[in-house]
Every structure is written in C-alpha cells, then in structure tokens.
C-alpha cells in the first residue's frame, strides 16, 4: 500500500497532467468557425503533442513515485543483484583468471541486457516494466535468483523471509500503479 504522502504525491503529479489537459479543451472548444485545412492540420498537431505531453508527464509522475518507494528495497537489490545486474559490478579475486573472467563477463553482460538497474526505476531490459517486475517476482520466488553458481561464491544473499515480503510488497504496489497507466 502506498503512504499517505505518496498517494498525495502521485494525486499532485495526476492533477497537474490534467491540468495540461486544459489547452487542450479550449483549442478544441473555438466555436463554429471555419477552418481552412492546413489550421486543422495545424490544431490537430497541437492536440496531439499536449495529449502526448500530457500522458508523459503522468507516466513520469508514476515512475517518480515507484521511484521512491523503490529506495526502501534498494539495499535488497544492492546485495543481492547489483553485481550482475548494474553498471557498478564488484569483481572477485578470480574474474583475472583469463577463461573465468571470460564467463563472468558474458554472464554480466546478458544478465544486464534482460534487466538493468543502473539507473534506478524504471529498469532497462527487454519487457515491459510491469513484465520485469513479475519476472523479478518470479525468479526470486523460485529461488532462481542470485544463480546458484554465483551463490556458491557469495554466500547468504538468497532473497528470502522478510527480504523477500519487502520486494515483493513493493513489486505488487508497483505493478498496480503501473496497470493505472495501461
């Protein structure tokens, strides 16, 4: 569940996405006037942008707030993913070895082109955010991720117990702001 103050600060970003709604409504209430068709071309683009501007801004208002809440899990992911999974990867005494450095590498590099969290939320990778979220979900759920030969070598950051209620609350709260958007 979303506080209170974030709920009241996805509610201001909503409000102000429809109040850039506004020159919308005035440029398509002008009266019976006509109109040669190059000025309706012209207000047609007019109210493509500001609608397009407009679902931008809610759309961003939405990660801001996913955003936020994301720093409360983030120490999770940092522990657990950030190895693979971001640019700021710690290597092991071993990634020298010219064969096992080799396979790390590959692995870290598919491993950010599914899902990237170097930026924060959103995340970069090949689905949609909502697609990723579950996937998250799912991999940790299954005890997929860390892989295991990772873990082998890095012991305890298998996301279970309250870790694992944390992520998963704020994946859920995450993905129902996110279906708002669809």
């Avoid at 809610?58 to 693979?84: E, L, M, P």
């Avoid at 979900?137 to 030969?149: A, T």
């Avoid at 129902?176 to 669809?182: A, D, G, I, P, T």
């Amino acid at each position: 569940m979303l506080s209170e103050s974030n709920q009241r600060l996805l509610n201001g970003f909503l409000v102000l996405g429809l109040l850039l709604l506004i020159p919308v409504v005035s440029t398509l209430s002008h009266g019976k006037k006509k109109h040669d068709d190059d000025d309706k071309d012209d207000k047609k683009e007019t109210v493509d942008t500001i609608l397009s501007d407009s679902v931008q801004i809610i759309q961003d208002s939405v990660y801001a707030v996913i955003n936020i809440n994301y720093q409360t899990v983030r120490h999770i992911f940092r522990k657990s993913c950030f190895d693979c999974h971001t640019d700021s990867t710690k290597y092991p005494w071993y990634h020298v070895l010219p064969f096992i450095g080799g396979l790390i590498d590959d692995d870290i590099k598919e491993a950010k082109e599914h899902l990237n969290m170097s930026d924060d939320f959103p995340f970069s990778g090949h689905a949609t955010q909502i697609e990723r979220l579950r996937e998250i979900r799912e991999e940790i759920e299954d005890g997929e991720m860390p892989l295991w030969s990772y873990r082998l070598t890095h012991w305890g950051l298998l996301i279970e117990g309250e870790r694992q209620d944390s992520l998963f609350l704020w994946i859920d709260e995450s993905i129902k702001l996110l279906k708002q958007l669809e």
